[in-house]
C-alpha cells in the first residue's frame, strides 16, 4: 500500500532552517504533487504550498513565500520541504500528502499522509 | 485567497444522534471540497473528497453536500470512535485553505 514516511522530529533555534524529508513509495512517484500541511500545537491545519514531481513546479502560500523551498528526487521518491529563518511560531507538526498540484490532477485527493514531522523552535 | 468558515467550532452529541457540520466558502468552488476526520493525537485522515464521494473504507454513516459556497458533513448516528476534529478544505485554487475545524465530543 502506499507509504509516506517522514523524517524525524528536529529542535532548532530562532533563525535556523530545517528540511524535512517525505519518502514516497508503492505508487508512481510523479503522477501525483506532493503537498505540505503544518499544524501548530493546538491550532487547526495550514497548507504551505506543493509540488509536482513530474517537472519540478512548486507552488507556495503567500506566507512562507521567500521562506520556503520545496524539492522532489524521483531517484529516491522523496520530497523534501525547507524552511528558512524559523521563528517560535513555526514550532508546528509538518505533514506532507499526496495530491493535487501545478498541473497536476488526481482523482481522490490527499488520501494518504506521512506520519508527521515535529519541528520546535526554541532557544 | 478563498476563505473557509465551519460551524460550531465544536459541539457535544449523544451516541446515535445526527450531527451536521457547516462549511462555508467565500467564493464558489463548485464541488471542490474535502473532510477530513483528525482523532486525538493521529494526523488527519480523508473522509470525502470532492464535497460528497465518501472515500472507500469510511462507514457509510459520514456522509457529504453541497455545492458552491455552502458545504455539509453529516454524521447519520454518532459513534464513540467517531470523537475527533473535522476539517474541510477547498481543493479549487491554491492556496488550498481549511476550515478552522470542528470538534466533536460525546456527552
Known amino acids: 500500500q502506499v507509504h509516506l514516511a517522514q523524517s524525524g522530529a528536529e529542535v532548532k533555534e530562532p533563525g535556523a532552517s530545517v528540511n524535512v524529508s517525505c519518502k514516497a513509495s508503492n505508487y508512481n512517484f510523479i503522477t501525483f504533487a506532493i503537498n505540505w500541511v503544518r499544524q501548530a500545537p493546538g491550532q487547526g491545519l495550514e497548507w504551505m504550498g506543493w509540488?509536482?514531481?513530474?517537472?519540478?513546479?512548486?507552488e507556495y502560500a503567500q506566507k512562507f513565500q521567500g521562506r520556503v523551498t520545496m524539492t522532489t528526487d524521483s531517484s529516491t521518491t522523496t520530497a523534501y520541504m525547507e524552511l528558512k529563518s524559523l521563528t517560535s511560531d513555526d514550532t508546528a507538526v509538518y505533514y506532507c500528502?499526496?495530491?493535487?498540484?501545478?498541473?497536476?490532477?488526481?482523482?481522490?485527493?490527499?488520501?494518504?499522509w506521512g506520519q508527521g514531522t515535529l519541528v520546535t523552535v526554541s532557544s | 485567497d478563498i476563505q473557509m468558515t465551519q460551524s460550531p467550532s465544536s459541539l457535544s452529541a449523544s451516541v446515535g444522534d445526527r450531527v451536521t457540520i457547516a462549511c462555508r466558502a467565500s467564493q464558489s468552488i463548485s464541488t471542490s471540497l474535502n473532510w477530513f476526520q483528525q482523532k486525538p493525537g493521529k494526523g488527519p485522515t480523508l473522509l470525502i473528497y470532492?464535497?460528497?464521494i465518501l472515500r472507500s473504507g469510511v462507514p457509510s454513516r459520514f456522509s457529504g453536500t453541497g455545492s458552491g459556497t455552502d458545504f455539509t458533513l453529516i454524521i447519520s448516528t454518532l459513534d464513540p470512535e467517531d470523537v475527533a476534529t473535522y476539517y474541510c478544505q477547498q481543493s479549487d485554487r491554491p492556496p488550498l485553505t481549511f476550515g478552522g475545524g470542528t470538534k466533536v465530543e460525546i456527552k
Open positions: 500528502t499526496r495530491g493535487p498540484g501545478p498541473n497536476v490532477k488526481v482523482v481522490i485527493p490527499f488520501d494518504d
Open positions: 509540488i509536482s514531481p513530474y517537472n519540478g513546479k512548486a
Open positions: 470532492n464535497a460528497s
